[in-house]
């Protein structure tokens, strides 16, 4: 019974830390269960739970949000598809990859730290 109870707690889901990640190209607010990130020329969104498994993975769904330079038209409609939202994370570090789930096109592969500010640049 002793054993049962400790595989219990050491597999208990865990969540990716609240605060900003940062990288090259990404940076990522995680607040109350849920992210917002933002990319060179695009965004996002993962609506929470951020779940990590005991190994540190994560495999979540959420929107990407193409963008494009120049000003936004009022009755523009978003360029948003359903992406997958895969990686590890130590609650320190992150590798994150993206990847649009309707057509499989893989945006990018990013390592981002808890803290960082991140550097993104905005299409013009």
Same mark, same amino acid.
């Given at each position: 019974?002793?054993?049962?109870?400790?595989?219990?707690?050491?597999?208990?889901?865990?969540?990716?830390?609240?605060?900003?990640?940062?990288?090259?190209?990404?940076?990522?607010?995680?607040?109350?269960?849920?992210?917002?990130?933002?990319?060179?020329?695009?965004?996002?969104?993962?609506?929470?739970? &951020? #779940? %990590?498994?005991?190994?540190?993975?994560?495999?979540?769904? $959420?929107?990407?949000?193409?963008? +494009? /330079?120049?000003?936004? @038209?009022a009755d523009e409609?978003?360029?948003?598809?359903?992406?997958?939202?895969?990686?590890?994370?130590?609650?320190?570090?992150?590798? &994150? #990859? %993206?990847?649009?789930?309707?057509?499989?096109?893989?945006? $990018?592969?990013?390592?981002?730290? +808890? /803290?960082?500010?991140? @550097?993104?640049?905005?299409?013009?």
């Amino acid at each position: 019974m002793i054993v049962c109870a400790v595989m219990a707690e050491t597999q208990k889901p865990k969540v990716i830390p609240d605060g900003t990640w940062g990288g090259d190209h990404i940076r990522i607010d995680v607040s109350d269960g849920s992210a917002i990130i933002d990319y060179d020329c695009a965004n996002g969104t993962i609506q929470g739970p &951020l #779940t %990590v498994n005991s190994d540190g993975k994560f495999d979540l769904r $959420g929107i990407h949000n193409k963008e +494009h /330079g120049g000003p936004i @038209r009022a009755d523009e409609e978003p360029n948003s598809h359903p992406a997958r939202y895969k990686g590890w994370t130590d609650g320190k570090t992150m590798t &994150l #990859t %993206v990847t649009l789930t309707e057509t499989n096109e893989k945006i $990018g592969t990013f390592k981002l730290v +808890h /803290g960082r500010v991140g @550097r993104v640049f905005k299409c013009k």
